[in-house]
Structures are given as structure tokens and as C-alpha cells.
């Protein structure tokens, strides 16, 4: 389990454009169980929680980092948007096959 916090950026990649970065410290953990859990193209398969909200998404690979895609629900229930500081609970989960 990871956690962290960090603020809400937005990056005009694939949908849902706001992203919670992964920080320095915590990206070898994160590239290391990628090796097992990740499908391709970088995507990591994650249950993270913000707030008192769960949810499944996948982190995304950007240059040396990865970024936690923040889903609008998850903005809604907890209410949070770009610029704020959230702090954030990652279990990395398993390639499926």
C-alpha cells in the first residue's frame, strides 16, 4: 500500500484530465510492482482511495512519473478539483490473464 499526498494537475491526455502525481519518492515502488501488474503501455492497475471514496483506475505512465487519474465521481463525492491538495491510498493490483 502507498500513500500520499500531492496536488491536482491537469494534462490534456485521455479523459478525466485532472491527475494526482505520484511523487518522486514513491515512483520506484511503483515501477517495480509494475513489472507483475501492469498490462501495457505503462498502465498500472490501482484501488486507491481519496477522501472516505474508493475506486479502481489504472496510473498512467507520463515522462519519469506516473499520475493517478482523479474520475469525476470521485471529484463530486469529495469535492475536490484542479489546484487542490489531496492526499491519497494506492493498493497496486494484478495484471489480469
Known amino acids: 500500500m502507498l500513500t500520499f499526498e500531492a496536488e491536482i494537475i491537469e494534462w490534456r491526455g485521455?479523459?478525466?484530465?485532472?491527475?494526482a502525481p505520484v511523487p518522486d519518492e514513491l515512483?520506484?515502488?511503483?515501477?517495480?510492482?509494475?513489472?507483475?501488474?501492469?498490462?501495457?503501455w505503462g498502465?498500472?492497475?490501482?484501488?486507491?482511495?481519496i477522501g472516505g471514496t474508493e475506486f479502481t483506475t489504472s496510473l498512467f505512465r507520463r515522462g519519469d512519473t506516473y499520475v493517478l487519474p482523479?474520475?469525476?465521481?470521485?471529484?463530486?463525492?469529495?469535492?475536490?478539483?484542479?489546484?487542490?491538495?489531496?492526499?491519497?491510498?494506492?493498493?497496486?493490483g494484478?495484471?489480469?490473464?
Do not use: C, N, W
Open 70 to 92: 482523479i474520475k469525476v465521481a470521485v471529484q463530486r463525492a469529495e469535492g475536490v478539483g484542479l489546484g487542490d491538495r489531496v492526499a491519497a491510498v494506492l493498493r497496486i
Open 27 to 40: 515512483v520506484g515502488e511503483v515501477h517495480y510492482a509494475a513489472r507483475e501488474a501492469s498490462y501495457g
Open 94 to 97: 494484478r495484471r489480469r490473464g
Open 14 to 19: 485521455p479523459p478525466p484530465y485532472l491527475f
Open 43 to 49: 498502465m498500472v492497475p490501482v484501488t486507491a482511495q
